[in-house]
């Protein structure tokens, strides 16, 4: 999502706002996304279809709607039950803070994804997704000077919520 690392839920504020009030189809989605968040066709196409596979947005009969997840965190600010609904569809988003119960880089984090969880990651742009999320709902943090990361009291928390798979390895 647009924003950086600490901008993942801003822009998805605006896009569930948006979806809430418009129920627009895939194409209009596209398009709002294009002019709203300053993006290319090609990445609001990529944006939406990654919201979707998160579970954060539906499609059905051409029209979107967002999850009842989503329009949880959308009424209450809570990030909880959004992280909830990436980690059920997306793999390796609580394990991804599991690993943190200590700070480590993020090539130190690459190396124990495909090593425990055999992600098969070749960089860190998967990472950097999940990253994105996590850091933008307070329960990671990077050190400025650095690329460690480390996790927060409330990624602990949510950790203890999730159902989370064990290490393959």
Aim: aromatic content about 8%; hydrophobic content about 40%.
């Amino acid at each position: 999502m647009p924003g950086g690392y600490g901008g993942y839920l801003a822009s998805m504020r605006r896009v569930a706002e948006y979806v809430a009030v418009a129920r627009p189809s895939p194409e209009q989605l596209q398009s709002w996304m294009r002019d709203a968040l300053s993006i290319t066709a090609g990445s609001a196409y990529s944006r939406w279809r990654s919201l979707c596979r998160a579970g954060l947005l539906t499609e059905s009969h051409g029209v979107s709607s967002i999850s009842a997840a989503c329009d949880t965190w959308r009424r209450t600010e809570n990030p909880a039950p959004l992280i909830a609904e990436i980690h059920r569809n997306i793999r390796f988003v609580g394990e991804f803070l599991v690993l943190l119960d200590a700070p480590l880089s993020t090539g130190q984090l690459l190396h124990m994804a495909n090593e425990r969880y055999r992600m098969g990651w070749q960089s860190q742009a998967q990472l950097s997704y999940r990253r994105g999320w996590l850091q933008s709902a307070g329960l990671m943090t990077a050190e400025s000077y650095s690329d460690t990361l480390t996790r927060t009291e409330a990624g602990s928390a949510i950790v203890e919520e999730l159902a989370i798979e064990p290490p393959l390895a």
